[in-house]
């Protein structure tokens, strides 16, 4: 429940941080929602959002298994922001590398497929490979001035 109330949050801290500019079919600005409007769409987009990855008894495992791996990399993901964009990208796209990891962890307990297998394999592969040389040019560069 605490990982929950965290990632509730996250969410919605993050959706509160942009106000979105409306558009027409034709993509002619319209009207643009007031910070209360953008941050009440926000708000209920990211509750839904958090009430879909809850588990509920009838989900099939798979189901439950890809849902508390997103849940965790939600979670993850709220890493707070440097001002360096070199290191804000990595630190934030680690743990969305280790989230595409867990989903195929899942794919290759569950999947029937044999390329769903072999695509889930070769993902935790290739991802696993690119969080080893974020983390690495995270070591070597982000203490360099100051993290900036």
């Known amino acids: ?21 409306a558009h027409d ?6 009207h643009q929602p007031t910070a209360t409007e ?3 769409d926000h708000q209920a987009e990211m509750q839904k959002m958090i009430a879909d990855m809850m588990p509920a008894p009838n989900d099939p495992a798979s189901t439950k298994d890809f849902k508390k791996a997103d849940m965790q990399m939600m979670h993850d993901m709220h890493v707070a922001y440097t001002g360096n964009p070199d290191v804000d990208f990595r630190t934030h796209m680690i743990p969305h590398h280790k989230g595409a990891v867990a989903m195929a962890q899942v794919a290759l307990k569950h999947a029937k497929d044999p390329a769903t297998k072999a695509m889930a394999q070769k993902i935790i592969d290739d991802q696993e490979k690119e969080i080893a040389e974020m983390q690495a040019w995270l070591q070597q560069n982000a203490k360099k001035d100051g993290g900036r």
């Open 1 to 21: 429940m605490r990982t929950t109330k965290t990632l509730l949050a996250a969410l919605l801290a993050t959706g509160l941080a942009g106000a979105a500019v």
């Open 25 to 30: 079919e034709a993509g002619h600005k319209g």
């Open 38 to 40: 953008a941050s009440g």
